[in-house]
């Protein structure tokens, strides 16, 4: 199989599945170009060997074709600008435009294609659109890790025109082989850190891992489901009624497989969801009536401190509580505070999920970790076990 490395680029047009989908504020300026960032050495390996690249991307979520506020056009100077080169630009992704200005590429030429998005063909997997995308390029990039496991036409349907010519940017090489090493190769004491709100959202993630992990620990809104499961009194904390059953039998399961799950000893709880409400620690499955748990309490956050920095390799998904707020954030900041000391000692770490990377972005501590997932959904399902289409198109 190519790789990014191997290829030979020169004299071809290489098109590019990029995930650019990002955040802009009220004046079209980019406020989180980490996407973009992440696919700058794709692009440049391309055309460091002596191809032409074409850029294709989605932004958002234009219900009725081509919308201002989603167009790529607003992406222009500040990809020009880390490219160090005059990024064009075609006003849409398929067309006699693009055709033209495809046909026309120079080695070395960057061309940044209209929001895939703006035909319902992108999201069907239309086979025509997917063809006419194909037609602009002589070799398929994928490097949209984030939309890996959508079957849409620029992820997935568009490969079967390069039977021969399709490969992973690094972007995805590098998604793959972190997974790869925390869920098949795992070296020494394997710990995951599960949070948020929902078990329901969780249970093949837990499933699976149960198969790999020597530890699980347990924290956010879901650990209520746990500890009303176990007998405990969770106040007003968030709870899934229907879940209690499945929380017993997940925790026989773990017994059964020989994998210790950790549950909070302690809990921060408040009056209101608010950050300004009293709060005070409590045991975890003491709440009191009409409090609601919103972090994990200090003595919880120690022992799972202690526990992470003894670990070789740590996959983190979902925030301890709700991070967001200052005064409920302390759970959160230890586990990633943990995690960095657990890789400056040798250890592997992954992140993923979107509220795992939105904190360990926040508190600045993206580049002292091993890996920090770009994929949410993609990275979840990959974690399950699903064979991601994306991925699958390149591979077959």
Request: charged share 20%.
């Amino acid at each position: 199989m190519f790789t990014l490395d191997n290829y030979p680029f020169a004299g071809k047009r290489a098109i590019v599945r990029v995930d650019f989908n990002v955040p802009l504020n009220a004046a079209y300026e980019i406020t989180d170009d980490t996407r973009i960032r992440a696919a700058i050495p794709t692009i440049e390996r391309i055309i460091e060997a002596g191809g032409s690249v074409i850029l294709m991307s989605h932004l958002g979520r234009p219900k009725q074709g081509p919308e201002e506020k989603f167009s790529l056009i607003h992406l222009i100077p500040h990809l020009s600008n880390l490219l160090n080169r005059k990024v064009d630009f075609a006003n849409d992704c398929i067309g006699e435009e693009a055709k033209e200005k495809a046909k026309h590429l120079q080695a070395g030429d960057v061309l940044l294609l209209e929001n895939l998005r703006f035909y319902k063909g992108e999201e069907k997997g239309d086979t025509g659109f997917a063809k006419a995308l194909a037609g602009l390029a002589d070799v398929y990039v994928n490097d949209a890790f984030g939309t890996a496991h959508r079957a849409h036409a620029s992820t997935t349907i568009i490969a079967d025109f390069f039977p021969n010519d399709k490969l992973f940017g690094y972007v995805i090489e590098g998604e793959l082989s972190s997974i790869d090493k925390v869920m098949n190769d795992a070296s020494g004491v394997f710990t995951a850190i599960l949070g948020g709100s929902k078990v329901s959202s969780k249970i093949t993630i837990i499933e699976n891992l149960m198969d790999k992990a020597n530890h699980m620990i347990i924290g956010g809104g879901m650990m209520f489901t746990f500890i009303k499961a176990l007998g405990g009194q969770i106040g007003s904390s968030l709870v899934e009624e229907d879940k209690l059953d499945l929380a017993l039998e997940l925790i026989e399961k773990a017994k059964i497989k020989g994998v210790e799950l950790h549950f909070p000893t302690d809990a921060m709880v408040a009056r209101e969801f608010s950050n300004d409400s009293e709060k005070m620690i409590v045991a975890a499955n003491q709440v009191p009536n009409g409090w609601m748990g919103l972090d994990i309490g200090p003595e919880s956050a120690t022992q799972f401190a202690s526990l992470i920095e003894s670990s070789n390799t740590i996959l983190w998904n979902g925030p301890m509580g709700v991070f967001e707020f200052s005064s409920f954030n302390q759970g959160t900041r230890s586990i990633a505070d943990s995690l960095v000391k657990a890789t400056q000692q040798g250890a592997f770490s992954l992140i993923g999920g979107g509220d795992s990377v939105a904190a360990i972005n926040q508190y600045g501590l993206a580049d002292k970790v091993s890996y920090v997932s770009t994929g949410g959904g993609a990275l979840l399902e990959y974690i399950e076990g699903k064979e991601l289409p994306g991925i699958k198109a390149i591979r077959s």
